[in-house]
Each structure stands twice: as structure tokens, then as C-alpha cells.
């Protein structure tokens, strides 16, 4: 599944957000995506305008944003319009199945109305996938389980990750893909599966060019190890871009713009066979 082009993958997905995430791949040949942390809306927008036309996504954790209110929502769809990005919200819901439909559709974020694709810790088991699912898929959304995490001494690895894939797979309407480091496709895959039929969407953080981690257990690979040794499809790069200061509006455009590059021919390194 690797090899294949972004474009031809989007003809297989069946779910909404899977197929324009990958169709805006193919079109704005990127598989970047942003993440953007940042505590003032002000620097969170002026970032997500600087570094949208090098996104095919800007993941957003809203509840960091100290001055949130509602109208920053309502500018970040304008950008997600102009910029042609989607959205992805990396709530990591891990609740019961009746109040992660709460949070995903309410409260003072109502994340569901926007957020083209968010995410979730399989922790819970399958309820956690049917709550966000029955808020969800009415709105086209798409669902990325974590299935293994960036961070050292992570739970997330073994048996833990076979049942996230597991669960995928009887979620596939709603269920894109993962939050991972490799690729899942065939994972602890029950007789019957062929790997080669299946086609989860990888999204993977944990990635930078400069460093090798920050003092508090993340740990980053490059493009190249992440889309060409790895497999994966969509690079999350946070501090890479934006670094220690937000306002450095120029250098946040150029290290997108690098970042995208990376990405990008290392995509094309792998479906061409040639690493
Ligand atoms: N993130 C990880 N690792 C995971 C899952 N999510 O780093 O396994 C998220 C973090 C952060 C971003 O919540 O928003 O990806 C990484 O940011 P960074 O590039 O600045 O380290």
C-alpha cells in the first residue's frame, strides 16, 4: 500500500475526510501537517495563515488557546477555505462512550462541528469509536486511533497496539487510520485479513530535522526515516516549524516551506521504489 500514489489511495477510501485529506495531498503535493501549540490566538492564527498553503493539515489543540472563544473557530475555517487545509483537532478523546459524544459535539469547543478528522486512545475499548461515531459520521468526519505514541517508555506498543488496529477494523467507515510510527496495515491481522486490502492512513508525529527529542520524553525521527523507512503518510512537525518564538512569521514560512520539501520527496523516493 505504501508504494501507491496518495491519488490512488483516495479512490479506495470510502470515508469523506480520508479521501479529501488524501486528495488534497495529491494536489497540493504535501503531506505536511502543522501542529500548532501556541497560547494566544493572535500567534495561533497568524502562524496557521503563515504555514497553510505548505499544510494538507494543521492540527490544532484548542484548549491550550488561553484566550479561546468561538470567533477563532470561525477564522480558522476562513484559513482552512483559503489555504485549502483540513482541519485535525488531537483531542485524544479516552472516555466512555456517552461523554466523549459530549465533548465531541458541546461544550465551549464543540470540536465536531469543525474539525474535519480528531482522534482517540483505543483505551476504553470499542465504545469509545461508537460514542464518537454516532456524533461523527452524520458530519463526514473521520476518526485516527492511537496506536502507538512518540514519547519514551510509552504504554502503547504490542498487544495494546493489535487491538487498536483490531478496532479499526470494525470501525472502517469511521476509523481513517492512526496515530503511529510505522505502518498498521496488517497488524495482528485475524486469517482472512490480506494486508494488502487494507489501507489505514498514518499520521505521525514525533518528527524533526535539527533535534533528536526535548527534555520531556518526545522523541523525533526525520521525513526520511518516518515516510521512506517507516511507511508512514503525514508528517506532524510542531516546534520544527514555529520553534520558541511565534512571531518569527518569516522563518516559520521557510521551515514549513523545508519541511514540506522533505516530506514531499521523500514521498516520492518511496513510491518510486528507490530507497
Ligand atoms: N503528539 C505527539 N506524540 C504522540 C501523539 N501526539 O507528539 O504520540 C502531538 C503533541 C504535539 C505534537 O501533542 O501537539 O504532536 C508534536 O509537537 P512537536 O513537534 O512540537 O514535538
Same mark, same amino acid.
Request: glycine share 10%; with cysteine.
Given at each position: 500500500?505504501?508504494l501507491?500514489?496518495?491519488? $490512488?489511495?483516495?479512490k479506495?477510501?470510502?470515508?469523506p ?8 495531498? $495529491?494536489r497540493?503535493?504535501?503531506?505536511l ?6 497560547p494566544?490566538? =493572535? /500567534? ?5 495563515d ?7 493539515l494543521?492540527k490544532?489543540?484548542? /484548549?491550550?488557546l488561553e ?5 477563532? !473557530? ?6 482552512s477555505k483559503?489555504?485549502?487545509?483540513l482541519?485535525? =483537532? ?6 466512555i462512550?456517552?461523554?466523549v ?7 465551549v469547543?464543540?470540536i465536531?462541528?469543525?474539525s ?18 454516532s ?11 492511537l496506536? =502507538? ?12 497496539? $493489535?487491538a ?11 476509523v481513517i487510520?492512526?496515530?503511529?510510527q ?16 487494507e ?7 514525533g518528527?524533526?530535522? =535539527? ?6 520524553g518526545?522523541?523525533?525521527?526525520t521525513p526520511?526515516?518516518?515516510i521512506?523507512?517507516s511507511?508512514? /503518510?503525514? !508528517? !506532524?512537525?510542531?516546534?520544527? !516549524?514555529?520553534?520558541d ?5 518569516d522563518?516559520i514560512?521557510s521551515?514549513?516551506?523545508?519541511y514540506?520539501?522533505e ?7 518511496r513510491i518510486s521504489?528507490?530507497?
Open positions: 500500500m505504501h501507491k500514489s496518495y491519488g $490512488e489511495r483516495a479506495q477510501q470510502t470515508n475526510a480520508a479521501i479529501q485529506l488524501l486528495q488534497t495531498m $495529491e497540493k503535493k504535501t503531506n501537517c502543522v501542529s500548532v501549540d501556541t494566544k490566538s =493572535e /500567534d495561533f492564527l497568524a502562524i496557521i503563515a504555514v497553510g498553503p505548505y499544510s494538507c494543521i490544532t489543540h484548542v /484548549d491550550i484566550d479561546f472563544d468561538y470567533s477563532v !473557530i470561525e477564522r480558522l475555517e476562513e484559513l483559503k489555504h485549502d487545509f482541519i485535525f =483537532e488531537d483531542r485524544k478523546f479516552a472516555d462512550g456517552n461523554t459524544t459530549l465533548q465531541y459535539a458541546g461544550g469547543h464543540k465536531a462541528k469543525w474535519h478528522i480528531t482522534n482517540a486512545h483505543p483505551v476504553p475499548g470499542p465504545s469509545v469509536v461508537q460514542g464518537l461515531a456524533v461523527g459520521l452524520p458530519l463526514r468526519r473521520g476518526l485516527l486511533l496506536a =502507538e505514541m512518540s514519547t519514551k517508555g510509552t504504554l502503547a506498543n504490542g498487544a495494546y497496539t $493489535e487498536a488496529v483490531q478496532m479499526a477494523r470494525q470501525n472502517r467507515d469511521f487510520g492512526f496515530i503511529a510505522r505502518r498498521m496495515d496488517g497488524v495482528g491481522a485475524p486469517p482472512g485479513v490480506d494486508s494488502d486490502d489501507d489505514f492512513l498514518i499520521i505521525t508525529p518528527v524533526g530535522l =535539527e533535534q533528536k527529542g526535548d527534555k520531556m518526545q522523541q523525533y525521527r526520511q526515516q518516518v521512506v523507512e511507511g508512514c /503518510d503525514v !508528517i !506532524i512537525v510542531g516546534r520544527g !516549524i514555529y520553534g518564538n511565534p512571531k518569527a512569521v522563518l514560512t521551515r514549513a516551506e523545508r514540506m520539501k516530506g514531499w520527496s521523500a514521498y516520492l523516493d521504489g528507490s530507497s
